[in-house]
């Protein structure tokens, strides 16, 4: 569940300098901010992201783990819609526009392309690393209240990526209103954690309600079968580190796992994958053990063995997010 190497490498190419002449403990002290109001400690009344220097730690420190996490997002939403590409997409409280990067990466060619923010400084930014990337060359970049005073014209692809945390609830519920309202498509990203899991299956619920059919992760559009308050769903993204990243955030290792949970839905017709693998595989001696959420509303349990020939080498091959089982014509 990795973005292509070309998106990722232009991305980190177009990032890099963005900290320079910035003081480290200057950075340092906006990252530290940062993760606090990540972590769901936001004041709801003022954007996140206030000055460059700002945008410049949340650009190093975010944006790559963002893009990754919303490129596997769209990656199983494709997966479900594979003659489908959207002609249009409105990025809803895009900040830098980590989407638009996984939207183009997704789904090559240009299109009509608008991030709406609240912050101008990340709007500026977010235009300026966008010149590195020849399908966002046109892309719109405004200033907009995420919130009651939302509008969103129409259009084919809406997402909304790490925005539902920083919002009250009554501004949550207008923001997804609005964007089912818009959209063909919607896409929604939230941190792997048991509120930002929270808040998915509550937009969730609402697009189900304007008439949405879940594409993923879910393998129907029912009720998700996890019990309030004992666990959630969340999934994995594996990050590289930069020397830029590094330099931000700290640490030695040469990549991080981004968690995030996420809900994808289309107003036509989708195919969901038949079951989704909902934790990392379990691999033992001669079999693979893979948790599911099955079409049935089930959370189940499957053992893949050496007995089920080309089934167990997909199944060690499988990863945490992937649909199951693989289709047969990839089964050699």
């Given at each position: 569940?990795?973005?292509?190497?070309?998106?990722?490498?232009?991305?980190?190419?177009?990032?890099?300098?963005?900290?320079?002449?910035?003081?480290?403990?200057?950075?340092?002290?906006?990252?530290?901010?940062?993760?606090?109001?990540?972590?769901?400690?936001?004041?709801?009344?003022?954007?996140?992201?206030?000055?460059?220097?700002?945008?410049?730690?949340?650009?190093?420190?975010?944006?790559?783990?963002?893009?990754?996490?919303?490129?596997?997002?769209?990656?199983?939403?494709?997966?479900?819609?594979?003659?489908?590409?959207?002609?249009?997409?409105?990025?809803?409280?895009?900040?830098?526009?980590?989407?638009?990067?996984?939207?183009?990466?997704?789904?090559?060619?240009?299109?009509?392309?608008?991030?709406?923010?609240?912050?101008?400084?990340?709007?500026?930014?977010?235009?300026?690393?966008?010149?590195?990337?020849?399908?966002?060359?046109?892309?719109?970049?405004?200033?907009?209240?995420?919130?009651?005073?939302?509008?969103?014209?129409?259009?084919?692809?809406?997402?909304?990526?790490?925005?539902?945390?920083?919002?009250?609830?009554?501004?949550?519920?207008?923001?997804?209103?609005?964007?089912?309202?818009?959209?063909?498509?919607?896409?929604?990203?939230?941190?792997?954690?048991?509120?930002?899991?929270?808040?998915?299956?509550?937009a969730r619920d609402?697009?189900?309600?304007?008439?949405?059919h879940i594409a993923?992760?879910?393998?129907?559009?029912?009720?998700?079968?996890?019990?309030?308050?004992?666990?959630?769903?969340?999934?994995?993204?594996?990050?590289?580190?930069?020397?830029?990243?590094?330099?931000?955030?700290?640490?030695?290792?040469?990549?991080?796992?981004?968690?995030?949970?996420?809900?994808?839905?289309?107003?036509?017709?989708?195919?969901?994958?038949?079951?989704?693998?909902?934790?990392?595989?379990?691999?033992?001696?001669?079999?693979?053990?893979?948790?599911?959420?099955?079409?049935?509303?089930?959370?189940?349990?499957?053992?893949?063995?050496?007995?089920?020939?080309?089934?167990?080498?997909?199944?060690?091959?499988?990863?945490?997010?992937?649909?199951?089982?693989?289709?047969?014509?990839?089964?050699?």
């Amino acid at each position: 569940m990795n973005a292509p190497a070309s998106a990722t490498d232009t991305l980190r190419t177009a990032l890099a300098g963005l900290l320079a002449g910035l003081p480290p403990k200057q950075a340092a002290q906006a990252v530290d901010r940062l993760i606090a109001n990540y972590r769901g400690r936001t004041p709801t009344h003022a954007p996140v992201l206030r000055d460059r220097s700002d945008v410049a730690a949340y650009a190093a420190y975010r944006m790559p783990a963002t893009f990754e996490a919303v490129c596997a997002a769209l990656d199983a939403f494709a997966d479900a819609v594979p003659e489908w590409t959207p002609a249009s997409h409105v990025d809803i409280g895009g900040g830098t526009g980590a989407a638009t990067w996984a939207v183009s990466a997704t789904w090559d060619g240009e299109r009509p392309v608008t991030v709406l923010d609240w912050a101008e400084p990340a709007l500026a930014l977010g235009r300026e690393i966008a010149a590195a990337n020849p399908a966002l060359k046109s892309a719109e970049w405004h200033r907009s209240r995420i919130g009651a005073a939302l509008t969103v014209e129409s259009t084919d692809l809406v997402t909304i990526s790490y925005v539902l945390g920083e919002l009250t609830e009554a501004d949550r519920t207008v923001v997804v209103d609005t964007a089912a309202a818009a959209a063909q498509a919607v896409v929604i990203v939230e941190p792997g954690t048991p509120d930002g899991y929270t808040r998915v299956i509550d937009a969730r619920d609402r697009l189900i309600a304007a008439g949405f059919h879940i594409a993923a992760p879910c393998p129907h559009s029912a009720a998700c079968p996890i019990v309030p308050g004992e666990d959630w769903c969340h999934f994995s993204a594996r990050v590289s580190r930069s020397s830029l990243h590094r330099q931000v955030k700290g640490g030695s290792l040469p990549y991080e796992d981004e968690k995030f949970s996420y809900v994808a839905a289309a107003r036509f017709p989708v195919a969901p994958a038949p079951s989704r693998v909902v934790r990392k595989p379990q691999i033992r001696k001669g079999q693979v053990l893979l948790d599911l959420c099955g079409p049935d509303q089930s959370l189940h349990r499957e053992t893949v063995t050496k007995r089920h020939g080309p089934l167990y080498k997909a199944a060690r091959d499988a990863e945490w997010g992937d649909g199951w089982p693989p289709p047969e014509d990839t089964l050699t």
